[in-house]
């Protein structure tokens, strides 16, 4: 008797990746720049909305709107001031005292952060007159300023730089301090010099911290310049600011306040953008 088998079929594998299908739509990626500017947009138009809905229908709760000028009334404000000469003036004006101002205190700043954090003998000398007049308002020194100074453009140049060396100078000694000690020590090791290791070694390790101080300091001397303009200036978005309050002209205020804003947001941007410039070693900085 002969038995007849049929044969087995060998097991098919299953295939490891599904071939998509054709009509499988594509999803395209967002690029990073157009994510951030939409993050970037969304809480300013969410700003916007409650501001125009708070003053159309005059909400009145713990804060009165009914006397705040509608955004529609400061944009007519706005419109109006990009045609009148006395207002790019005035924005003219601020900005050189804070380019002036800034930089002088910028260059002092970093130079007398340096000593100060390098050589014990003049931190002696120097940082107990640092912190006693630290916490000095800047703004404070209004009438010092006057008296001192025979113009007031002088003045308020001069008390910007005053508000804006302390951040700088403090943030400088801060960094200086902060340096690996093993830097140095190899330095020596290799021969290196002390003005090699101050200028090649000790200023580039510096820098993030130096240009924290600095980011800091750009938002202190737009305060103060401003604040400086509205006491004894006679030109300046400040001085336009409180000129507009003084004839009521309450969307002229407005118009102020959202060019101060404007201003130290691009400036603030500026200091940012020649930090991740200066700091391109940073492994942050390369991605």
């Not at 130079?111 to 916490?135: H, K, N, Q, Y």
Request: with cysteine; aromatic share 10%.
């Amino acid at each position: 008797m002969t038995v007849s088998a049929e044969p087995l079929a060998a097991p098919v594998a299953a295939p490891d990746t599904v071939a998509p299908r054709a009509d499988s739509p594509t999803r395209f990626p967002i690029p990073r720049r157009a994510r951030r500017t939409a993050l970037t947009a969304v809480p300013l138009l969410a700003l916007l909305l409650a501001w125009h809905l708070l003053t159309t229908y005059q909400v009145v709760l713990w804060l009165r709107f009914d006397k705040i000028p509608t955004p529609t009334a400061v944009f007519d404000s706005f419109r109006t001031q990009l045609g009148a000469a006395s207002y790019y003036r005035d924005v003219v004006s601020s900005t050189r005292r804070i380019l002036v101002g800034f930089g002088l205190a910028t260059v002092s700043g970093v130079l007398i952060g340096m000593a100060v954090g390098r050589s014990a003998v003049i931190s002696a000398l120097v940082r107990p007159v640092l912190e006693v007049f630290r916490p000095i308002p800047a703004i404070a020194l209004v009438p010092l300023a006057i008296l001192l100074f025979p113009t007031g453009e002088q003045g308020i140049v001069f008390i910007t730089f005053f508000a804006a060396f302390f951040p700088v100078a403090v943030s400088t000694i801060h960094a200086m301090h902060a340096l690996p000690r093993v830097w140095e020590e190899a330095a020596h090791t290799l021969g290196a010099r002390r003005r090699d290791i101050l200028f090649q070694i000790a200023l580039p390790g510096a820098l993030p911290g130096i240009f924290s101080g600095l980011s800091v300091a750009m938002g202190v001397a737009w305060i103060c310049v401003i604040s400086a303009e509205m006491i004894s200036g006679q030109f300046g978005i400040g001085y336009f600011t409180w000129q507009s309050y003084g004839l009521l002209d309450y969307p002229g205020v407005i118009v102020g306040m959202l060019t101060i804003g404007l201003l130290g947001w691009c400036t603030a941007w500026l200091v940012e953008l020649a930090g991740r410039r200066v700091n391109r070693w940073l492994p942050r900085a390369q991605r």
